[in-house]
């Protein structure tokens, strides 16, 4: 069954306002929300207010939405069992509706906080050794891991999860996806890349799947997508450079851009085209059925909506009355 959710953007608003949001978005029939778990904003004007309060905040005032991390490093500010006991307690709050999206991170949160900003591979590294630890102190076990990276010293969680957290794993390339295949529960991706890619991630996924004993067609397959809807596009172009802009740069993802000016400076070069080619930006819900659906026939199963205003609840809003129910009856059970 597709699923659809909101984004939830710490970067641009302040936590009670994207509680709020949140709220909304439970009340209008969101399946999923995802939230970025970062240490900074991409730019200047941007927010960054620490994500597990405020999912803490919300989860209690949320009744059917799924609450997920969009994504969490659990590799260098965090230490993996501290990620492992902030998604239990998330949980006894949202049972049966909680998530851990996991990610090798970028250097705008992780160099900033701790000056460490390794290779790649060890990054990928240092996760699989975290994702081993976070699913040992879920099962309310003793752990004694001793890593390369991490050694953990009879931990245990005493307060462990109400119900199974899924670990979907961000994956923005066909050779990260072999690594979410094997390591997790499902895959993570974003939007505006050309279809050959999605394929390759796919395929790989459920490679690295079905080698590691699973079903693929029971993992979860996520991406997120960016969108205005509204009669004012050009606003919500611009909102979007305002805030997210950098993330259109792939070097953001990969070099050591560790301040926010730095990521403002290299998402100057982004222009309003680059935005609107790369998402869906119109007033016609028919537009953005068949965006949605592109994504679908690819293999997603669970597709994110971003937008970035200029209105959010009147986005909110009016996409679940306007086009969610066209994307799910497009493609029942």
């Known amino acids: 069954m597709v699923q659809l959710g909101w984004k939830a953007g710490p970067e641009q608003y302040p936590p009670v306002e994207l509680m709020e949001y949140a709220i909304s978005a439970d009340k209008a029939g969101y399946d999923w929300i995802d939230v970025s778990d970062h240490f900074n904003p991409w730019s200047e004007a941007g927010q960054s207010p620490f994500t597990w309060t405020w999912l803490g905040a919300v989860a209690p005032q949320t009744k059917q939405i799924k609450l997920s991390t969009g994504v969490t490093c659990p590799i260098l500010r965090y230490h993996p069992s501290v990620v492992a006991q902030a998604a239990a307690t998330v949980s006894h709050f949202a049972p049966n509706r909680t998530g851990l999206g996991l990610g090798t991170g970028e250097a705008l949160n992780e160099f900033a906080a701790t000056g460490e900003w390794p290779s790649y591979a060890e990054r990928r590294d240092r996760l699989a050794e975290a994702i081993d630890i976070i699913r040992g102190l879920w099962s309310g076990e003793e752990v004694n891991y001793e890593g390369e990276y991490y050694q953990t010293r009879k931990a245990k969680l ?38 050959d890619l999605y394929k390759g991630i796919i395929g790989n996924f459920e490679e690295a799947a079905r080698k590691a004993g699973k079903d693929p067609s029971k993992m979860a397959r996520i991406i997120e997508l960016n969108v205005g809807y509204t009669q004012d596009i050009d606003a919500a172009v611009q909102e979007m450079l305002k805030y997210w802009g950098a993330t259109y ?77 066209r994307i799910r009856a497009n493609n029942p059970r």
Request: hydrophobic content about 35%; charged content about 15%.
């Open 249 to 325: 740069i792939p070097a953001l993802f990969d070099q050591n851009i560790y301040t926010p000016t730095m990521s403002q400076e290299n998402g100057e070069v982004v222009g309003p085209d680059t935005v609107k080619s790369t998402g869906c930006f119109s007033s016609n819900p028919d537009d953005h059925v068949q965006f949605a659906q592109q994504y679908i026939d690819m293999g997603f199963d669970c597709l994110i909506f971003h937008s970035a205003g200029p209105d959010q609840k009147a986005f909110i809003e009016s996409y679940a009355k306007d086009v969610l129910p």
């Open 158 to 195: 005493y307060t462990p999860p109400t119900s199974p957290i899924p670990i979907v794993i961000s994956s923005l390339v066909p050779h990260s996806a072999l690594f979410a295949g094997r390591y997790g529960d499902g895959i993570w991706s974003v939007g505006g890349k050309k279809p």
